[in-house]
């Protein structure tokens, strides 16, 4: 009886889990959708009001920009235009992905957040293929199980994901003094094309998928429109 009563529970877990991942996903798509509705001088409203938000959070943390670069209200503002770039079928134009490190100099800290920033950005095209797959299990385009195998390579492919990477965009660049050490803290927001992002997934499982179903890769292919 105990242990009916456990498996009973972990199912109730499980499918709790499954439908706050679908809300997610619904609200997530439905102000993607509504940002899509906005024409140009809103999205330019929208994008510089959030950015002087954040600006002056970072700025009261005592980050601050390099001389020579943009303002960090610039460079922020900048960002904000990118992440709100969908096509269609509500897919980023432009994929982002943060993080920041601390290192003995200004250019040893940077590297290792830049490194930190395409580890991040994997993760963020693994969520955002996924969430590309069950859009079109949603619209009846792809099997349940077909599907299902998908993701759950995609999932898995994350360091051959990060290392089929190409060339990014460093949209965010500012540091701060750390007191203890008189080290840097660097902090980057990166982006990467969209197109770009699904032809790394496309590198980095197709040859799994190859090996667990012949049409696997094939209907990858149809998710990715490639």
Known sequence: MKKLMMVAMALIVACS??????????????????????????????SSKAARKEAKKLKKAGWIVSPGTLPLEKQLDRSYLMEMEFDENLYPKYIMANAQSIGENYDAAK????????????????TEVTSLIENTVANKQLEANEAASIVETVQSSKNLISQSIGRTITVVECYREVKKGGNKEVLVRIAYNGDMAKAAVKKAVRDELEKKGEKLHEQLDKVLGL
Request: no cysteine; glycine share 2%.
């Open 17 to 46: 889990a499954s439908f706050a991942e679908k809300s997610e996903l619904q609200e997530l798509n439905k102000q993607r959708k509504e940002l899509r509705k906005l024409d140009k001088k809103q999205l330019n409203e929208r």
């Open 111 to 126: 590297t290792s957040a830049l490194s930190l920033a395409i580890t991040n950005l994997a993760g963020q095209i693994q």
